[in-house]
């Protein structure tokens, strides 16, 4: 049986009105300052950015020096800053319109010290520079892990229903956990108009990129690995559950990213995830394997106990999200936003898979 809607509902971001913010919230001119910029979130949004009329200015905020140049991102300026020193936040924001946080770990293979000193507190640090410099906007990539793995989610989610901590996955527990402190920052009101993304899985040609996926020395290994998505060159018959999931194309997610950027709906959390529900076994088939499809409910169990197993490896905790199926009602972004994706969830997966020269 579902939970009552009546109690622990989900955060509403951005309820109260800022004030004492720059006028021309949709004008020409904007200056958005992103931080994470050359992720895959960045690589779908920031092209967006620059082809678009009503932005002047982007910033481009990361750790490791890039030169957007290279990249044909003529708008960008390039501040080198670190999430955890407020400072220099304040210093890139400067100016700022809008302000678009995309900078997150996934993989998990820092120490938990460091991934939460970057995650969470460092998400709260770039939320208060935005608030300090007086920007309008504050857009923020969450993911569907927020609503977590439980088993009264509902078939299909709308973002009525509440966020709450998975049990043991760390990604999902921070998103979750993020979304209820951003909304408490924002409730006061004065600050930034808070927008909350939650994005299906992404996909698309920058989806893995340089990403660590494997711990220490093993790194390498897992970018050589995982830096390109690749069909199998034999079919190869495998076991699959039919667990459904939802995808979505990294220039969907861009898209869904600009449209809060420049306003373009009230404030608020927003699902986002490409047209069609597909199961393992058709992303199996994708991969050119010959999937053997099987009930989904036992793999689910399976997963379940295997989560609830003692020191795991981070890695290892993504294990949970396929405990129960996390699927998105994105009713909301279409009217209220004006979002709609280019891509389907399949077209999404085979745009990964597609060799590139």
């Known amino acids: 049986m579902s939970a009552p809607r009546a109690r622990g509902r989900s955060p509403r971001p ?17 200056t958005v300052a992103v931080t994470g910029p050359t992720g895959t979130f960045g690589s779908g949004l920031v092209p967006l950015l620059q082809d678009d009329a009503r932005v002047a200015r982007v910033v481009g ?3 490791r020096p890039f030169d957007p140049a290279q990249r044909g991102w003529t708008k960008m300026t390039y501040r080198q800053g670190d999430v955890r020193d407020p400072e220099a936040l304040r210093q890139a924001f400067r100016d700022a ?43 923020y990539a969450s993911s569907v892990a927020a609503y977590g793995f439980h088993a009264d989610n509902p078939a299909r989610m709308d973002e009525e229903w509440p966020v709450r901590p998975a049990a043991r996955l760390f990604y999902a527990q921070e998103k979750a956990e993020l979304e209820h402190l951003l909304a408490a920052e924002a409730a006061p009101g004065g600050g930034p108009d808070l927008y909350v993304l939650r994005p299906s899985v992404v ?20 970018r050589w690995l995982f830096s390109r998505p690749r069909r199998l060159p034999l079919p190869v018959p495998v076991v ?30 927003y699902n986002i995830a490409g047209d069609g529900v597909l199961t393992a076994g058709d992303v ?21 106990a295997l989560a609830r197993v003692p020191f795991l490896p981070p890695v290892a905790e993504w294990v949970e999200a396929a405990a129960r199926p996390a699927v998105m009602d994105t009713t909301k972004a279409r009217e209220q936003l004006g979002w709609r994706p280019r891509y389907t969830g399949l077209e999404a997966l085979r745009d990964t898979l597609r060799p590139r020269a």
Request: glycine share 14%.
């Open 14 to 30: 951005g309820g109260g009105r800022p004030r004492g913010r720059r006028a021309s919230p949709t004008g020409p001119g904007l």
């Open 61 to 63: 905020i990361a750790r």
């Open 97 to 139: 319109d809008v302000v678009v946080h995309l900078a997150f770990l996934i993989t998990g293979n820092a120490p938990r010290a460091t991934t939460r000193a970057i995650n969470v507190d460092g998400t709260l640090n770039v939320y208060r520079a935005a608030a300090a410099v007086g920007a309008r906007r504050f857009v």
């Open 203 to 222: 996909l698309g040609p920058d989806t893995v990129g340089g990403k660590d996926v494997l711990p220490g020395p093993l790194a390498p290994v897992g």
């Open 240 to 269: 699959v559950p039919e667990h459904p999931l939802q995808l979505v194309h990294q220039d969907d997610v861009g898209s869904a990213l600009l449209l809060c950027a420049v306003g373009a709906g009230p404030p608020g959390a």
């Open 284 to 304: 199996a088939r994708e991969f050119g394997a010959l999937p053997v499809r099987v009930p989904a409910a036992p793999a689910q169990l399976a997963a379940r």
